[in-house]
């Protein structure tokens, strides 16, 4: 396509006549011959068409034509001298964003074509006032069809996007914008792909993201938690964790738990609360236990938030869900109608989200247990006596959960297998914990079958540390042969001794998953 110059200055004088410009004299200009007249027509455009109006906005982009428009965006990126280069790229740009509030003229290949030329103009005039409408350009473009994201990426769109978000003014419109543009990447591309081809990019787009999320107080700090987590939840982002555990953790690490803990002690919507867990078990995940108590600097330096407070709230909230989503649960399996699509994906999504939350009531458990092997200075007295206090209400509502569970015949569930899990690791600490209730439950809760299984295996595998406990006196002894559990002992551990084949132990996953249950 020829890349001609324009051959006039841009004017705002309509052509003769002494009434206000009309569309119909905006149109007149555009078809001109003339590059003078169709400038000014352009120019009356930006004035009096607005960007809801999308009939005339056709009317007027089929009057210009994409070869001048292109022809006006190259001439505001030509090189060499040109008193007139940042008008005519202003115009261009203005123009350009807003035909494409029209969705078929976004999606049209005269418009795709632009992209790399857009993303060229951001990545050498970062501080140019066109900025929010080359961004405004990306967004519309790329999210009008699936060729607009793809060219996005192919034209290094995310390295241009990386170079420039640390340095986009907090919660500014163009840092909106840059999120959507993210949003459509993970919607529409594989992150796989993405991670291969731009790890240490999205590494980059992380920190930023994550700075917003501890900085801002407004819709865009939920924004920046919902991309934080399709980022760092993805099955396919094992490479960028990978890669975000070599990163110092003074900056990123710290905004999301800054942000975490904003979210928590504050009044939010109970799904943003999740939400904030799902992260936090992200993090907890990559880092370690330890993470949830490492101190965090307020914006006011004079009060520092508590090293604790994040584990305090964390687990708080992990109690508040599991009572939830187990009630929840409940209703689901044995009051509401069953055999229902509707059902069955909401009781998906809540035992996913029971995980989530066990998981990290798992971790606190582990972080507790590791107190004495770091001399007790991990966490105070009074911070442990608030955390036992939470876990035995946790397991407290767990227990009943198992109990409605038996009362209504059921014994197979990875949920229910998860709920012994979590009990099996906090009696592992505190053996004497809900002792009743415990004990009129060990036998049952030996019977509990994975979804996978064919008979109780991990269930008795997560007991051991507590039996072998409560066995040591002979009041557990009882208890234990009350219930049959002897010989639910005894075929769990022939079924482990006879799944190992005789190859060397060290290279056989049998061995490294079960020696210390033998």
């Known amino acids: 396509m020829s890349e001609e110059k324009m051959s006039a200055e841009p004017s705002t004088e309509p052509e003769q006549g002494t009434q206000s410009p009309n569309l119909e004299d905006c149109l007149k200009l555009l078809k001109g011959e003339r590059d003078e007249q169709r400038l000014a027509g352009l120019l009356l455009v930006t004035k009096f068409c607005k960007a809801e109006d999308h009939s005339s906005l056709r009317r007027v982009y089929d009057a210009v034509g994409p070869r001048f428009l292109y022809r006006l965006l190259r001439t505001g990126m030509g090189s060499g001298f040109n008193e007139n280069r940042d008008a005519y790229l202003s115009l261009s740009i203005t123009v350009l964003a807003a035909f494409c509030r029209v969705p078929d003229i976004a999606s049209s290949e005269d418009m795709i074509l632009n992209i790399p030329l857009v993303l060229e103009v ?93 900085v801002l107080h407004n819709s865009l700090k939920f924004e920046a938690l919902h991309l934080l987590n399709a980022i760092l939840t993805s099955k396919d982002s094992t490479q960028l964790r990978d890669a975000l555990r070599l990163h110092p953790q003074d900056s990123w690490s710290t905004n999301i738990r800054t942000g975490i803990i904003a979210v928590l002690q504050n009044r939010v919507a109970p799904a943003e609360r999740l939400q904030a867990l799902i992260l936090a078990e992200s993090m907890v995940s990559m880092h370690g236990e330890d993470w949830l108590v490492s101190q965090v600097n307020t914006n006011d330096a004079r009060d520092p938030a508590s090293a604790d407070m994040c584990l305090l709230l964390v687990l708080e909230q992990s109690r508040v869900e599991i009572a939830v989503l187990l009630n929840e649960l409940a209703y689901l399996k044995y009051e509401a109608p069953q055999d229902t699509s509707a059902t069955a994906e909401a009781i998906f999504t809540k035992k996913h989200n029971v995980a989530v939350a066990y998981s990290l009531v798992e971790k606190i458990i582990k972080l507790i247990s590791n107190v004495e092997e770091n001399d007790g200075n991990l966490l105070d007295e009074g911070t442990l006596t608030k955390l036992i206090l939470q876990l035995n209400e946790t397991i407290g509502v767990v227990l009943e959960y198992l109990e409605d569970a038996k009362e209504h015949g059921q014994k197979k569930g990875d949920d229910l297998l998860a709920s012994v899990r979590i009990i099996g690791s906090y009696l592992a600490e505190a053996p004497l914990a809900c002792k009743e209730k415990v004990h009129d439950l060990l036998g049952y809760m030996l019977s509990i079958e994975g979804e996978d299984e064919q008979r109780p295996f991990y269930s008795v595998c997560f007991l051991l540390p507590m039996l072998s406990q409560i066995t040591m006196k002979i009041e557990g002894c009882k208890a234990l042969a009350s219930c049959k559990g002897l010989e639910a002992l005894s075929l769990s551990i022939f079924a482990l001794v006879t799944a190992m084949p005789s190859v060397t132990p060290s290279k056989h996953f049998w061995f490294t998953d079960s020696s210390c249950i033998l």
């Not at 970062?126 to 009008?144: N, T």
């Not at 990386?162 to 986009?168: G, V």
């Not at 500014?172 to 731009?198: A, P, T, Y």
């Open 122 to 214: 951001i990545s050498t005039q970062s501080g140019s006032s066109v900025l929010q409408e080359c961004y405004e350009f990306l967004y519309l473009v790329s999210a009008a069809s699936g060729n607009g994201i793809t060219r996005f990426c192919e034209s290094e769109g995310i390295k241009i996007l990386a170079s420039q978000m640390s340095a986009l003014q907090d919660g500014s419109h163009v840092m909106e914008l840059s999120f959507k543009i993210l949003q459509l990447i993970l919607g529409r591309m594989s992150f796989e792909i993405i991670q291969n081809n731009d790890l240490s990019d999205i590494s980059v787009i992380v920190a930023a993201i994550a700075r917003q999320f501890a």
